[in-house]
Every structure is written in structure tokens, then in C-alpha cells.
């Protein structure tokens, strides 16, 4: 199961490559048929929600300890490129984070995005995410310019920087902000597995966290 999944990463990270060098973007399907949906339960196409704006997308996960971590960095990016009409959506995709699980994360970690649920995974398809949090970033013509981590600071699971040498997402913002032509770049996100749980005990990951033992993890 394990070297499978290498397999898929490494077949995807081989047609990542042979993309950057034609000088095209990463595919991403049919815009029409990615939605997610509100907490409301109302399906939702950010494509068609940010139709001449880029936007950046962060999938997280209730109980990942890293992905907590990152929420007031978050939070600061979007609120510093807010002006420059750069939208910054949470989108969380595991079936058992229900909407108020959502709703007590978001209060939690004072994270007030607009937040949706991918329950069918079809955006996470779609960008190829694989871990929480990992960020996407479509351009204002919808192109996938940028996936990967939201800086260097985690090193692996457990094993951190105190300070990121590299701000990989807000390099990506700063230039999209100054009107620069941006290349479709790909970086290793680290974080807690999109799996399913019984997908998490085959590859022998560790169980996940409710809210509170998340908490716990960052004292």
C-alpha cells in the first residue's frame, strides 16, 4: 500500500515536471465540475465565486497539530493581501469533520475565512492536494500557479524551524499582487494525511486528534 502511494506522488511529481518545462500550468479538469460545499450546505464553485479574481485555496483538517499551527499565519496573509482582491478560502475535506466540528475550529483558532467542505474530495482531485494544510493558488485566468506548503518551518512531522527561512505562499501572493508573470511552482507540503481512517491504519499513520488533544500537542 505504502510504495503505491509513493508511486502516484512520484507519477504526478513526474508529470508536475514535464508540465513546468512546456511552460504550462498543472491540469485541473473542468472547472464546472469542482464544488464544494458552505457550511449552509449549499454546493459552491469557486471558480465561478472568484470569476476574474485569483484566489487561494488551504485545505485543513480539525485535528492536525501542524495545520493549527499555521492558523494565525494564515489568518496575517490573508488579511495583508485582502486589499489587492486575493480571496483566501479554508477548505476541509475529510467526511468526518462535520460542519459544527468546523464551525468550533474556526472559533478556536480565529480563523474567519469563508470555509467550505470538499466531502467527495473533488477538489483535492482536482489541485492534487495530499496533506493538511496545503495551499493552491489560481490565478485570475483560473490557472494553477502554485501548490505546496505555506512555508518551510516544518521540516517533517514533529520537527520544526522556530522561524520559516522561506515564505513560499506569500512570495507567490507578493507577485501576483505586483502584476508579475508567475510560473507554476510545486513545493512538499507536511501535514496530516487526507485518508480516510481505515486508509490511515494501512499506512500505519498516527490516529487522529480531537479538537482538544490538538490543543494539547502545541503546549
Not at 49 to 69: H, K, L, Q, Y
Not at 89 to 105: A, Q
Request: proline letters at 5%; a neutral charge.
Amino acid at each position: 500500500m505504502i510504495s503505491q502511494r509513493h508511486r502516484t506522488a512520484k507519477s504526478w511529481n513526474t508529470l508536475t515536471l514535464i508540465l513546468l518545462f512546456c511552460g504550462c500550468s498543472a491540469p485541473t479538469g473542468s472547472n464546472s465540475a469542482t464544488s464544494v460545499v458552505d457550511l449552509n450546505g449549499k454546493a459552491v464553485n469557486l471558480f465561478e465565486e472568484n470569476e476574474n479574481n485569483a484566489f487561494v485555496v488551504v485545505f485543513m483538517r480539525t485535528d492536525c497539530p501542524i495545520g493549527n499551527r499555521y492558523a494565525p499565519t494564515i489568518s496575517q496573509l490573508a488579511a495583508e493581501f485582502r486589499s489587492s482582491d486575493l480571496e483566501f478560502v479554508l477548505v476541509y475535506p475529510i467526511v468526518s469533520d462535520s460542519v459544527e466540528s468546523i464551525k468550533t475550529h474556526l472559533s478556536d483558532y480565529s480563523l474567519d475565512l469563508k470555509s467550505y467542505r470538499d466531502p467527495h474530495r473533488s477538489l483535492v482531485k482536482k489541485i492534487g492536494a495530499s496533506v493538511t494544510p496545503e495551499a493552491a493558488v489560481f490565478d485570475r485566468q483560473h490557472r494553477l500557479i502554485y501548490r505546496g506548503r505555506v512555508n518551510d518551518r516544518f521540516v517533517d512531522f514533529g520537527k520544526a524551524r522556530l522561524e520559516p527561512t522561506t515564505d513560499d505562499l506569500r512570495n507567490v501572493l507578493l507577485k501576483i499582487r505586483q502584476g508579475k508573470e508567475v510560473e507554476p511552482i510545486f513545493t512538499s507540503a507536511v501535514g496530516c494525511y487526507i485518508e480516510e481512517e481505515v486508509e490511515r491504519k494501512s499506512l500505519q499513520l498516527p490516529p487522529r486528534l480531537n479538537t482538544e488533544q490538538s490543543r494539547e500537542t502545541l503546549r
